[in-house]
């Protein structure tokens, strides 16, 4: 049974840091891409950032292009989403994702199989 299991959100500050962890177990995830997206209050659930878990690839969202990093251990099988310069524009329930998937499509949610049940991250300013 496939288990993706979120940790690491809570209540920051604005400019402050978080770092999300999702530990992955139940298959092996290597030819997965696993990937982070967030809801909103009164929002749509959008991509955050991917990583190939093979070879490492990296996407990002624009709005979190050069503030967030997507990383993984494969001993672990554990991927994290390590998030600095925060904005109250990031408070979110954050989820982690994992599908066989690549190119254009990574960035859509139903290119998705397996999901966690989230993370609430709070910003305050």
């Known amino acids: 049974q496939v288990q993706l299991v979120e940790s690491g959100g809570g209540l920051a500050q604005a400019g402050g840091s978080l770092r999300l962890s999702c530990a992955a177990s139940?298959?092996?995830?290597?030819?997965?891409?696993m990937a982070w997206f967030r809801q909103g209050p009164g929002k749509e659930r959008e991509f955050v950032a991917a990583i190939m878990w093979t070879g490492g690839r990296t996407y990002y969202a624009d709005s979190v292009k050069g503030r967030f990093t997507v990383s993984r251990d494969a001993d672990k099988n554990t991927v994290y989403l390590q998030m600095n310069s925060l904005k109250p524009d990031d408070t979110a329930v954050y989820y982690c994702a994992a599908g066989r998937t690549d190119g254009d499509r990574l960035f859509r949610q139903y290119e998705y199989d397996y999901w966690g049940r989230g993370t609430q991250v709070t910003v305050s300013s």
């Open positions: 139940g298959r092996t995830f290597r030819s997965y891409t």
